[in-house]
């Protein structure tokens, strides 16, 4: 089990007005992430624990991704993954910030 903190500047607040959300199921090769508006306007926050050892470099490529594509800014993403695959934690990701823009909470 491998655990660590990625925080990276966000160009911009995330939009939208939901506090925090929750995607995915740490299940078969899955993850799940929850999303908080708790973190600094200028940064993203991604705390990750992980089943897979020695995938820190793959993981901060697709973090940086991320936060490069939505802008997250202002929010921290707590994640736990069962063994996702890149694609399956920028998709989750992706989700998560969508749905904090959506929600109304």
């Known amino acids: 089990m491998e ?4 925080t990276h500047p966000a160009a911009t607040p995330l939009a939208g007005a939901g506090r925090q959300a929750i995607v995915g199921v740490v299940a078969s090769g899955n993850l799940e992430v929850l999303a908080e508006r708790t973190a600094q306007p200028d940064l993203c ?6 089943a ?4 820190g470099e793959i993981w901060r490529a697709v973090i940086l991704d991320f ?4 802008a997250p ?12 695959r ?3 934690v920028l998709l989750r990701l992706m989700q998560a ?5 959506d929600a109304t909470n």
């Open 3 to 6: 655990s660590f903190t990625l």
């Open 45 to 50: 926050v991604v705390e990750i624990s992980t």
């Open 52 to 55: 897979a050892d020695g995938f």
């Open 67 to 70: 936060v490069e594509r939505a």
């Open 73 to 84: 800014g202002g929010v921290r993403f707590s994640i736990n993954d069962g063994g996702a």
């Open 86 to 88: 890149p694609d399956t």
């Open 97 to 101: 910030a969508r749905a904090l823009q």
